[in-house]
């Protein structure tokens, strides 16, 4: 049996959601490591369509715009994610399929979130890099001690 804890790092690692479509009790989950390098080159559209939300006070729109450009793929996904055919997914109603979509982003996004932040961090990264070897002067000292003893 599992302690409480137990259950609750699990959840981190598994974000499993259990959740009532159409009438049926479904477990959204979120795509295993194999299964995100298998569908890599969709994910990676779909998470570079999401870079304008990352900045964006209009992110929810913009999310599901660029989800709704990738429609076949998401489709794809979603089921994976559920375990129903995409033609049942087609076929739910438009509340039901907005709710079953939230579902899969709740499981999901963190994928996109970690590519969004590496991009955005090895973009600074390089940044910084280009101008610490021009000898730019506008870069902040590592410390706040002077050690050239120009005080």
Known sequence: MQSPGEADDLAVLFPDVAVEIAGETLTMRELRFGEQLKYHAILARVADALKPAAQSQDALNLILDALAEEHDAILTLVSVCCGKPVEWIQGLSSQDGERLLSEWWVANHG???????????????AANHARAADGDASLPPLSGTDTTGAN
């Open 111 to 125: 994928f996109f979130v970690r590519r969004v932040a590496r991009a955005t961090l090895a973009g600074a990264w």
